[in-house]
């Protein structure tokens, strides 16, 4: 059952799973990019082992434990995550059509030229985001999977496959970066600012939901109305 209540000054988004998931994700990701960066060489090249505290940096059997152990950990979040949702059935995050369309009018309104429209419990840009790091997280995953079968020695596998799954999972690599980068820019706009408290706490300003967050709001007041046996809406997040 959802704990939203609009009426009161916080208002719930996301429940101790959201949290958990995005946490991990992120947690993991950061640790994959530094341990992946290490085995490149790029810490020896660049000297980072130089640095106090950095002296494992470029050594590559800490490299790849810890590589695989946040490996782990992604793909723990990641499974979690589909088969919740999937049961849940709770698919708000996932793109709709227009929401290229809708990302780059709420970017205008928030440079100060024109309205936004209204919003569901995800902007259009944060659905486009989501897709576009998810996307890369499962090519990332799978890539990084063919290359523990190849640590492993159990298969022989082509050199062209070797070869094409190294520049794959290193293209993912990259639009990794590149999609969290875009992910913490856009909190240089104040306005989605707002919703970091709901990934520490759980919860939102209901002023700023009730503004900005206008359709989930409605689903949320539905779903109160027509009583705690009934979900509050489909695609609204449990606690
Ligand atoms: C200090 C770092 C980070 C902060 C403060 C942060 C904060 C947030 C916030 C506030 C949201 C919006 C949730 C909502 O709508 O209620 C979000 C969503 C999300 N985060 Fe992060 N995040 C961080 C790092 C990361 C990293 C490293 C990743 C991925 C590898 C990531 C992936 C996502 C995804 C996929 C979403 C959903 C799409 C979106 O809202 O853009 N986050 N994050
Ligand atoms: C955000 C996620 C990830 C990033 C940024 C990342 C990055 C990297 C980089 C830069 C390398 C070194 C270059 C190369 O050999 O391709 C590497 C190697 C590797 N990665 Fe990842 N990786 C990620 C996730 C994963 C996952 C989920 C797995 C396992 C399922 C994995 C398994 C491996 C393996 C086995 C190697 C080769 C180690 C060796 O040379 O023997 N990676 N990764």
Redesign the pocket.
């Known amino acids: 059952m959802s704990t939203a209540a609009v009426t009161t000054d916080a208002i719930r988004r996301h429940g101790f799973s959201g949290r958990f998931v995005h946490w991990t994700v992120a947690l993991s ?1 950061i640790v ?2 530094a341990s ?2 290490g ?2 060489p790029l810490a020896r090249r660049y000297m980072v082992d130089t640095l106090p505290l950095l002296g494992w940096s470029s050594d590559f059997g800490v490299t ?1 434990t810890l ?2 152990a946040a ?1 782990a950990g ?2 723990l979040a990641v499974t979690y995550h589909v088969v919740l949702h999937g049961l849940r059935r709770e698919f708000a995050i996932l793109p709709r059509r227009g929401d290229l369309r809708e990302s780059w009018q709420i970017v205008k309104a928030m440079l100060g030229r024109g309205e936004e429209p209204e919003n569901d419990k995800y902007l259009a840009e944060q659905r486009v985001a989501y897709a576009f790091i998810g996307g890369s ?1 499962v090519l ?2 799978v890539t ?2 063919i ?2 079968l ?2 492993l020695g159990e298969f022989a596998l082509p050199s062209w496959l070797l070869w094409t799954t ?1 520049s794959l ?2 293209l ?2 990259f639009l ?1 970066v590149l999609g969290v980068a875009g992910h913490l820019g856009a909190f240089l706009f104040k306005a989605n600012r707002k919703l970091i408290p709901g990934m520490l706490s759980g919860k939102v300003c209901s002023q700023y939901a009730s503004e900005r967050h206008a359709v989930w709001c409605a689903q949320l007041e539905l779903g109160e109305t027509r009583g705690s046996s009934q979900p509050a809406a489909p695609d609204a997040e449990r606690p």
Do not use: D, E, P, S
């Open positions: 990701t994959l990019l992946g960066l085995q490149l790849l590589h695989y490996a992604l793909i997280v990332v995953i990084g999977y290359k523990v190849k640590n190294t999972h290193n993912a690599m990794i």
